[in-house]
């Protein structure tokens, strides 16, 4: 690894490419990377804004929801997550892993104490927690997946931190993905090929097997759903 925004091989012809630019070139190519070090922003710790919606039954709820500010903390966060993380491929500076580490950790934490919410007539679990809805949700899960994948063999990453980042966030992230079945379309692909990419990701068999071959998995959904 990584292996999941390119293969392991990709990236070591890029440390090569990377390491034959002259000082200048790749001191503008880290900069953004280096400009993260000290400069990104905690993420929000809960929803500062109450939007009333109804829900399945009819009735009225007040559902929790994220401000413009916070929406703009979680998409700037996520990108310099994945901007250290290929900083760090590029470089093997664990400087860069540390920070992004640090980031991946802070938001489990995180994840696990935000509430349920949805965008429309919605179900009293409600579908996402982060994004509008679950399928927006499953992008940023994806995302988030591939940039973890580049700092996971980093030493600066340590069995609990493993641990927590898995069971604070991945893998409810994932099985929720899984667990609000519509019909086959193109969003339900999405949604469970965010399940599984969490499950090759953490070596987690049980969620591979269900994201893939689970019912409306992508093993079936792939062949009706996907042109």
Not at 34 to 52: E, G, H, I, Q
Not at 55 to 84: H, M, Q, Y
Request: glycine share 4%.
């Amino acid at each position: 690894r990584p292996y999941m925004l390119h293969p392991p091989s990709w990236w070591d012809e890029e440390r090569s490419r990377f390491a034959k630019l002259d000082d200048k070139a790749r001191e503008a190519a880290l900069a953004p990377a280096n400009a993260l070090l000290n400069s990104a922003k905690p993420f929000p710790v809960k929803p500062t804004v109450v939007d009333k919606r109804k829900i399945n039954d009819g009735a009225e709820v007040e559902i929790p929801w994220w401000s413009p500010e916070d929406t703009k903390t979680f998409e700037a966060n996520f990108a310099a997550i994945r901007t250290l993380g290929e900083a760090y491929q590029r470089t093997l500076d664990e400087r860069y892993a540390r920070k992004a580490a640090a980031m991946m950790v802070e938001f489990a934490g995180r994840y696990a104490q935000y509430p349920w919410h949805g965008n429309y007539e919605i179900s009293d679990q409600g579908q996402a927690k982060i994004a509008m809805n679950n399928l927006h949700e499953s992008y940023w899960l994806t995302d988030l997946a591939g940039a973890y994948d580049l700092i996971f063999d980093s030493p600066s990453l340590s069995t609990g931190d493993k641990e927590e980042i898995a069971h604070e966030f991945l893998v409810d992230a994932a099985r929720h993905q899984t667990t609000i079945c519509s019909a086959f379309t193109n969003m339900t692909s999405t949604r469970f090929a965010s399940a599984a990419m969490c499950g090759f990701l953490l070596g987690d068999a049980n969620l591979v097997q269900y994201a893939v071959y689970g019912h409306h998995g992508l093993a079936i959904s792939s062949e009706v759903s996907i042109s």
